[in-house]
């Protein structure tokens, strides 16, 4: 209990007594990113690296502790990599008591792919990180992540983008 | 009718599938509840039907229900091409 910040223990009092508030506390998309959780055109040697990098932005943040980079790895080798969740793309997590402290997500794209073990979906060039500190808070944000998944011109964009700005604008104000 | 959506955490992938199943059965005209849930609490539980990535519903053995396994979980397409026949079958089985 120490280790949880005050804001987030206001958060979890709130979501336990006031179904109403939960939908004034979920954020959106556009204010979890920031420059510091986007990194393009990474070179990792292996899924494993790419999930740390992921993790360490969120890490940087302070939206994780480090072992919940650990967790992320483990959910993986204990489950399968199920977390390849459409061709290219891959969305590691882990529960939130394994370290998470806030909501977070990070997205890195990899100059080379790697395979994750997913033989629908492999290899990956995508890796969205994220950190949820229940099961609710972060349902926004996951619908925006699907619906942008889901646009074909955003992903060319993210794939030959060197441009963290420039993901953030379209993030911010869509495609057209 | 039910249904249980799972992944490994019950905070992930189960949710983007719960949102889409849900959007699909309401576009269909079907009355669906949803809960999405982890492989753990899933494996007790009982629903018209489960859905789940194709990785977990391999570790999702049910007698008595249903396992539909999508590959992509943002495919829109796949989903409703799994889904509707599915609920359609289980809304003619009881004659609604």
């Known amino acids: ?176 | 009718m039910k249904v249980i959506t799972v992944c490994g955490m019950g905070l992930g992938t189960s949710l983007i599938l719960l949102m889409e199943v849900q959007s699909i059965a309401a576009k269909h005209g079907f009355d669906v509840s949803g809960e999405a849930t982890d492989l753990g609490s899933a494996l007790g539980r009982k629903c018209d039907f489960f859905v789940a990535s194709s990785e977990i519903a391999s570790q999702l053995a049910s007698k008595n229900a249903l396992i539909v396994g999508i590959k992509n979980i943002i495919d829109k397409n796949e989903i409703e091409n799994k889904i509707v026949p599915v609920m359609q079958a289980i809304a003619d089985k009881r004659g609604e």
């Open chain 1, 1 to 176: 209990m120490l280790s949880i910040d005050r804001d987030n223990l206001f958060l979890r009092e709130l979501d336990i007594n006031c179904s109403e508030m939960r939908g004034l506390m979920q954020p959106l998309l556009i204010d979890l990113l920031s420059e510091d959780v986007i990194e393009l055109d990474v070179g990792v040697a292996d899924w494993e690296e790419a999930v740390q990098f992921g993790g360490r932005l969120l890490e940087k943040k302070g939206l994780i502790d480090h072992r919940y980079i650990d967790a992320m790895i483990n959910t993986v080798k204990e489950l399968g990599a199920y977390i390849v969740i459409a061709p290219g793309i891959a969305m590691p997590h882990a529960r939130p008591e394994s370290g998470a402290k806030q909501i977070g997500v990070s997205i890195i794209t990899l100059k080379n792919p790697v395979n994750f073990g997913n033989k629908d979906n492999d290899p990956v060039k995508i890796v969205i990180s994220l950190c949820a500190i229940d099961h609710v808070t972060h349902l926004g944000v996951l619908s925006e992540l699907a619906l942008l998944l889901q646009d074909r011109r955003f992903l060319s964009l993210l794939l030959s983008s060197r441009d963290k700005n420039q993901i953030l604008e379209v993030i911010r104000n869509g495609l057209d």
